[in-house]
């Protein structure tokens, strides 16, 4: 099992925070164009326990359909969603909201197996490099559109917006 942990703290209180991570088409506006990452359950969806979601993307020019269940909610603190299909054996992604001095800390912890076992590990250096991007692309467009609240203020392909406010 792998993980990934990323974190930044976001000059704003917890509540209006959490709730633009519990709508979910916000996911698509935090994902990095190129992916095609598209929601294909019908919206609005309302987000709660047990709430399946379906998606589809596209990965090196491979199409992926990922369906995940809200295994965890408990707003504005915290939510977990897990992979039900697609393209990890294992994949359980912790969204943490904390009060924090100046605002609110946001902290993403994601545990994953990667498929095809033992063999699929050999893809992991280049997985996890492309995780590493889809993240750091994530915070950035966090900051963009929370905190900046101007959609063109900053490249989006940039995959950062510096060291601002951004941990992890």
């Known amino acids: 099992m792998h993980s990934l942990e990323t974190s930044v703290v976001l000059p704003m209180p917890m509540e209006p925070v959490f709730d633009f ?3 979910a088409s916000n996911l698509e506006r935090i994902t990095p164009p190129e992916l095609g990452f598209r929601i294909t359950t019908p919206q609005p969806i309302v987000m709660g326990e047990g709430t399946i979601i379906d998606y589809r993307l596209r990965l090196y020019g ?3 359909r990922w369906k995940t269940r809200i295994s965890l909610w408990d707003p504005p603190h915290r939510f977990v969603d897990e992979q039900i299909s697609g393209p990890y054996r294992t994949w ?8 924090v001095k100046g605002g609110t800390l946001m ?4 545990r994953y197996q990667l498929p095809f076992q033992p063999f699929g590990e050999l893809a992991h250096p280049l997985v ?4 590493d991007r889809i993240f750091r ?17 900053v490249d989006p392909g ?3 917006i510096g060291r601002a406010g951004v941990m992890g």
């Open 128 to 131: 996890r490099l492309e995780l």
């Open 21 to 23: 991570f519990g709508e």
């Open 62 to 64: 491979i199409p992926i």
């Open 137 to 153: 692309f994530r915070r950035h467009a966090v900051l963009r559109l929370l905190v900046l609240r101007d959609p063109d203020a």
């Open 92 to 99: 359980i992604h912790l969204h943490r909201f904390t009060r």
């Open 158 to 160: 940039s995959g950062g």
């Open 107 to 110: 902290e993403d912890s994601v």
